[in-house]
């Protein structure tokens, strides 16, 4: 195998590029456009996964399904994935690429880790049914369970408003009691909740994502886990609101697994 056949190169489109209406987006001409100057940024006539960064609610799916289509058809992309959208908009565009003919999506990113679980309602599941893979950033919560205090980063990351409330600073609490237990790192228990969950998935480690996160938070897919196992635990309720919707039990169940000095890409 060549080196380039040895590299899994991605990249994504839908965020503005430039002040022009017409760069941005997920219309046939902004894919098309997009993937070509991306190619040639890269240096390579193509690309093993192409993502698009979010739903267009201003673009018709059947457009944009058509136009990922075409940059497959023409050899610039080999598969397709998607990024930051609720499942029911990425099942009715992997439907509409099924009913057309067109390359689906075989691949999901989107936010996951100890402090963010919505996913885990109905995108992990409807991926699980469908053999989608998924890949998860911000596995640190953007730097949240890494650290003890303030960074230069708290400062100027504008997203980091969205972690730091009372459950989430119990749950870094448990994350730096597991961690010190264990003799390790807080981000290598984070990183390991993450690789050690049963939704199947990769962390992107050091990711830092410039679209913005949804403010829908918490999930408690381990709600049945924590009864079994005797540990306190919140159900959901309803619509998923910022602080009712989380569990402060998982921690130490999930990060026990975590051995002294494992490298946390072994464990990936």
Not at 60 to 76: C, I, N, S
């Amino acid at each position: 195998m060549s080196a380039r056949e040895r590299l899994v190169l991605a990249t994504k489109v839908y965020y503005p590029m430039s002040d022009d209406p017409n760069d941005r987006g997920l219309s046939r001409k902004h894919i098309a456009t997009a993937i070509d100057r991306s190619l040639a940024r890269m240096g390579t006539d193509h690309v093993d996964l192409y993502v698009i960064h979010a739903f267009d609610a201003g673009t018709p799916v059947e457009e944009t399904m058509e136009a990922l289509h075409d940059t497959v058809r023409a050899g610039k992309v080999r598969y397709l994935g998607a990024s930051t959208m609720y499942a029911w908009q990425f099942a009715k565009m992997n439907h509409v690429a099924a009913m057309n003919g067109w390359t689906p999506f075989v691949n999901m990113q989107c936010q996951y880790n100890v402090l963010y679980r919505e996913e885990e309602r109905e995108m992990f599941p409807y991926c699980r049914d469908r053999g989608i893979a998924v890949t998860a950033f911000s596995p640190l919560a953007r730097g949240f369970l890494a650290r003890d205090a303030g960074t230069a980063r708290t400062a100027h990351d504008v997203y980091q408003e969205y972690f730091g409330d009372d459950i989430d600073r119990e749950i870094a609490r448990r994350v730096r009691e597991v961690a010190a237990r264990r003799r390790v790192s807080t981000a290598h228990v984070a990183m390991a909740w993450v690789a050690s969950s049963p939704n199947h998935k990769r962390s992107d480690r050091g990711c830092c994502e410039d679209g913005t996160p949804r403010r829908r938070r918490g999930g408690t897919g381990a709600e049945a886990r924590c009864r079994r196992q005797g540990l306190p635990s919140r159900r959901p309720t309803g619509r998923a609101t910022r602080s009712t919707t989380r569990t402060r039990c998982d921690v130490r169940a999930r990060c026990i697994r975590v051995e002294p000095g494992a490298p946390v890409a072994g464990i990936l």
